[in-house]
């Protein structure tokens, strides 16, 4: 009976012993301040990552909060959460606060000495943290955060090598401004590279219609759109897939939330490892260790993190990704997980089988053509490099006795390729001295020289053979060489692979020549048209927009706008009758007369009258150039014009109706001297708008042949009424590439809008 007694005894003392036990192994409490909402991905990954840290503890009691401070962030509502918080937690004490991105720091450094006094703080998600932010504040530490725009920058030029263009999606609110200093300044040691497009503060629709329209090799970086130009409120989640899908260029980023909705990757802010972050450093705390002693992270835990769709989509190998990346959305399929060793595995076999059938047929002739192939690689450029018909010859002796047994005397011919223009045909070329040469020959050399012209390739035969270069800039492009053994086809092939190697180094150098002088003209020629429109529509009480896209790499088209004095504006538009260099020299000619006899001289037939006769003089290749010239007077509102043959213009009304003006037909300017030109005038009305354009806009073509036209040119004016001036000519120019599709543009297109 007493043993059954002291049992109990025992068992009621354990019992009793571990709940003291749990009751004296202290809770820690801890608060989480975040500065936005729940369901906000950025937020809800920070608060996953905290939790994930404290929960390798059951006494860790965790107690979160939600500032909710995109909605409204102002000082009063910041003291309205202080009366919240001082109510609902009177009484209430924490071991440690964190908090989460920059409204939360604030808040604790303003209010924590208040509500929580002498409670650590640890942060994180602080843009660009620096102790001067918290002056005055103590017991804290956190972690910084940080884009890497340099590190998304390197990737994207390592990972996209050809990128001209990389366009910037942006917003106008203050930590999107914040955003693009912190670009911009990332972005200077790149500009020698790429070009960048800041996309800022526009309407969804118009941004989607400038992604669907970015030239090839262009890249997309987000780095903010939470609020349109109409005041459209979006969430990345929301018009992240819009853009996506608006666009087929590859679109990066710099923050992980962005992951999966669009974006390829990049260097992304990670709010789950900031959170993991502020956990650890919490952890500290709660173990003992003085806060004081535990310095700022100041080194953003960012992560490489890519979406494995849009690698998929944007045929980017993931053998190219930097080391330590995160990718999400990869398939678990076996042959995905191990498709690499699968396929190394594969192709090793086959590289082994392929390599024994071929060195057991032909090892011997594979070494020749290894050995003459790296000669051509290494060598053959440098006979591009000549001095003198001598050297170029000393060259190509040294070069030729490497790659093949020869004679050290090759012939060198000129041959020239003379095309006729009226039938179209071909005839060979050669001076009487090399048809000497070419005679004196054995009968089997100069048919092989004949074979290699008609068929405009190498021959061999025997101990004979023919280079052939199809540069007509050397000064010896047929060569005769003989050899001292017989020459066989794989000799032919390497003398072929030779001269076609000498052939397009000296030509790339030539056409680069010639690309080179023709980028330099269009940057002239396009230098000489005026751009300043913001500041001649602010000084003039009117809103202007002007374009010109030319057809090849310079034009013939033009535009002009200046003020002949206070009350009258001047606008033109005019279309040479001929493409290429001479168009745009004749343009800026025209352009220049016309300013010049637009001197004191506000009547626009004068104008044009003077410029005819000045063009007119001495005009030997007999170009012309059509123009429509309008005098604006400020103050009367009335419009004077003349035309000297262009396409008519149109004016708008302030509530879309478009009219086409109709001038009285002139003559070309250019063509005859002393012909005369009649001035009109029209009476206009507030917010009525005039219209310019060349005919490169309703003459152009889709695939179909079909007219653009003015119908549709009506339409778009009519469509677009209510757009700025630089919305309207947008909003035509999309009109017209819609239409045209892939069709070459065969004319150059210049357009004018004027709203007075």
């Known amino acids: 009976m007493y043993k059954y007694i002291l049992v109990i005894v025992l068992a009621i003392s ?25 369901g906000y991905a950025w937020t809800d990954n920070i608060v996953q990552g905290i939790e994930d840290i404290l929960s390798e503890s059951t006494n860790n009691i965790l107690k979160i909060e939600y500032m909710d401070t995109k909605v409204i962030n102002t000082s009063g509502y910041y003291r309205l959460l202080h009366d919240l918080y001082a109510k609902k937690y009177h009484g209430s004490t924490f071991d440690i606060i964190i908090t989460s991105d920059d409204d939360a720091f604030h808040f604790a450094e303003q209010y924590r000495d208040e509500l929580f006094p002498g409670t650590p703080v640890v942060f994180c998600g602080v843009n660009n943290f620096n102790p001067s932010m918290a002056k005055g504040f103590s017991n804290y530490t956190g972690v910084n955060e940080e884009a890497d725009f340099t590190a998304n920058l390197e990737l994207i030029l390592s990972l996209h090598p050809k990128t001209q263009r990389i366009y910037v999606i942006n917003d106008r609110m203050t930590t999107a401004e914040s955003l693009k200093q912190e670009f911009s300044q990332a972005a200077l040691p790149f500009q020698n590279k790429v070009e960048f497009v800041y996309l800022d503060d526009l309407a969804l629709a118009d941004l989607k219609e400038k992604l669907a329209v970015v030239p090839s090799q262009s890249v997309i970086f987000y780095l903010s759109f939470f609020k349109d130009a109409r005041g459209q409120s979006y969430t990345p989640e929301e018009v992240l897939p819009i853009l996506s899908q608006a666009t087929t260029a590859p679109m990066y980023g710099a923050v992980d939330y962005m992951l999966g909705y669009g974006i390829v990757g990049g260097m992304l802010k990670s709010s789950y490892y900031q959170g993991k972050t502020a956990g650890k450093l919490a952890l500290e705390i709660l173990s003992g260790v003085d806060v004081a002693g535990i310095s700022v992270v100041t080194k953003s835990p960012n992560q490489y993190m890519f979406d494995f769709n849009q690698l998929q989509r944007h045929s980017i190998s993931i053998g190219s990704l930097p080391a330590n990346r995160i990718i999400v959305n990869e398939p678990e399929t076996f042959y995905y997980r191990f498709k690499q060793l699968i396929w190394t595995t594969i192709a ?165 020549k010639i690309e080179k002088s023709l980028e330099t003209a269009r940057q002239i020629q396009m230098s000489m048209l005026p751009t300043t429109f913001g500041e001649f529509s602010q000084q003039h009480g009117v809103d202007l ?212």
């Open 545 to 756: 927009h002007a374009f010109l896209i030319a057809a090849k790499e310079v034009g013939g088209d033009l535009y002009d706008f200046f003020a002949i004095d206070e009350d009258n504006l001047c606008f033109l538009v005019g279309d040479v009758s001929d493409k290429g260099v001479p168009a745009a020299l004749f343009m800026a000619m025209a352009k220049s007369l016309i300013r010049s006899a637009a001197e004191n001289n506000i009547c626009p037939d004068q104008i044009i009258t003077k410029a005819n006769n000045q063009l007119s003089r001495n005009n030997e290749q007999s170009m012309f150039v059509t123009v429509f010239l309008a005098v604006y007077n400020v103050k009367n509102q009335k419009l004077s014009f003349t035309s000297a043959g262009h396409n008519p213009p149109y004016i708008l009304s302030q509530n879309g109706e478009v009219k086409m003006l109709r001038p009285l037909p002139g003559i070309v300017l250019g063509a005859f001297p002393g012909a005369s030109y009649t001035a009109e005038t029209v009476d206009l009305q507030k917010g009525e708008s005039l219209y310019i354009y060349s005919d490169g806009v309703t003459e152009a073509m889709n695939i179909d042949l079909e007219l653009f036209g003015e119908e549709r040119l009506e339409s778009a004016l009519a469509k677009y009424h209510q757009e700025t001036s630089a919305g309207m000519n947008q909003g035509v120019m999309s009109e017209l590439q819609n239409f045209v599709q892939n069709a070459p543009q065969s004319d150059d297109i210049s357009m004018l809008y004027v709203r007075f």
């Open 348 to 512: 090793i076999f086959t590289t082994l089988l392929g390599f024994i059938v071929i060195l057991l047929f032909n090892i011997r002739k594979r070494k020749r053509a290894q050995r003459g192939l790296q000669t051509i690689i290494t060598m053959a450029s440098s006979i591009v490099d000549y001095q003198s018909l001598e050297s170029f010859k000393t060259a190509l002796v040294e070069q030729l006795s490497v790659l093949l047994p020869i004679k050290n005397n090759p012939l060198l011919l000129k041959y020239t390729a003379q095309v006729e223009t009226e039938g179209d045909t071909q005839s060979q070329s050669m001076s009487d001295r090399d048809q000497s040469i070419i005679r004196q020959l054995p009968k089997q050399a100069a048919q092989l020289i004949g074979s290699a012209l008609n068929e405009k390739r190498c021959a061999v035969n025997h101990k004979h053979g023919v280079a052939f270069f199809k540069s007509q800039y050397l000064p010896g492009n047929v060569i005769y060489i003989e050899g001292t053994k017989g020459l066989d086809d794989l000799d032919r092939d390497l003398l072929e692979i030779f001269a076609n190697n000498v052939t397009m180094s000296i030509e790339n150098i030539e056409k680069h």
């Open 14 to 38: 354990f019992f009793t012993t571990s709940l003291l036990a749990a009751e004296n192994k202290k809770n820690t409490r801890i608060l989480l301040i975040n500065s936005y909402s729940q």
